[in-house]
């Protein structure tokens, strides 16, 4: 992703994939108005291979130029005019990984990229781009350089999987010929974190903000890359992915628990947006509220309000979550797990109401009856299990198995508990025990 200078407009790379018809849909860029959120314009359709590495606008021109990396094997390197939607300059950049790409803010002919092992600086002129690689010298090569951003004086900074911020500076002296891009070279070298360095941010006053991943620890650096202060994210969120300017001291940190934190050195921080971190697959709404309810193959659980777009809580189970319903009073929602087992918890304080197990293997279905007297759970063990309910949701009887089942028969079952038809369900069962 990557913002146009003027803030409003937003870049997003696309990687390949297919429609819900199975057709292939080509990686491309898609430009966004961020306050309509309509698309603007699409980018490079038949051109990238297997999808959008990353991304930069120019800004030393306004921002009328695009930068991609193509995340083949060659990683190719593309500028575009994404107005017109026509590619201006293309070249091969190194077989190895390429994590960022950056126009120089004030020089628009230069272009940064690395990533594993190096860093390159690129001198772009009409469909032409020239390379010098960056050299490490008496410094300790890194195993990856992860982020960059340029300085005021014209320096750019470095983070890399070392914890360490290199500053490079451009040589003054001329290449020999007198054409081509002049080299840029370390000239300081700071520690900044335990681990990698995963982002830095340059702020208004011109100070910055870095983001360690082992230490988790956001640190602010004065004008001459010295430590002002730190402050630590807490465990429960993750490592630190990304670090942005928000508004008056504030700054805004995404994570690799997909949480957005918003805070301040001074009072801590303060969760924006939460989200699953694998595979979702249960979703279940509150009979009579606006909120529902998400379990993941993260083990987590959450109740989100429909309303206002928050969580509104969050609990761990010991297993990965795949289905879910919620008993028709609304006190209570019962969640099937992939090992069998399958809670009951209170849809208010989270307690666990009710703890059992069917079959061994992942559940695929849960469905409470109209009138909240039977729950059916359905495995993947090709039985439906059939439980009598009581006590708003709180006391569990087993009823009943389906047993012997027959394809057919387990169709028409899943269906009409798909569609909570239980009168039909309870004759199915009648029939088969």
Known sequence: ??????KIRIATGQIAGVDKDGRALQPHVRIWDSVSL???QVVGLGTFERGVGSLAFSKADSGQHLSVIDDCNDHMLTVWDWQ????????????EVVLAVEFHPTDPNTIV??????????????????????IFGKFEKPKFIQCLAFLNSGDILTGDSGGVLLVWTRSTAETPTGKGPRAFQISRQVKGHEGSVFCVCEMRSGTLLTGGGKDRK????????????????PDQYGTIRAVSEGRGDEFLVGTSRNFIL??????????????????????????SRGTFLTCAQDRLVCLWSSEDHRLQWSRMLEEHGHCADFHPSGAVVAIGTHSGKWYVLDAETTDLVAIHTDGNEQLSVMRFSVDGSLLAVGSHDNFIYL????????????????TEVWDNFLRVAFSLLKKAEWKQVTLLFTARM
């Open 1 to 6: 992703l990557a913002i146009h200078p003027d």
């Open 84 to 95: 017109k939607k026509s590619k201006i300059a293309e070249i091969k950049t190194t077989n």
């Open 38 to 40: 309509s698309t603007l």
């Open 262 to 287: 918003r805070g301040t050195f001074n009072d801590g921080f303060l969760v924006e947006v939460q989200g699953h971190t694998d595979e979702l697959w249960g979703l279940a709404s509150h009979p």
């Open 218 to 233: 956001i640190i602010l650096w004065d004008h001459e890359l010295r430590a002002e202060r730190d402050i630590e994210v």
């Open 113 to 134: 990229t690395c990533g594993k092992s190096h860093i390159f600086f690129w001198t772009w002129s009409g469909n032409s781009l020239a390379r010098k690689q960056g």
């Open 387 to 402: 439980y009598t309910v009581s006590e708003s949701g709180r006391k569990y009887s087993r009823y009943g198995k389906c």
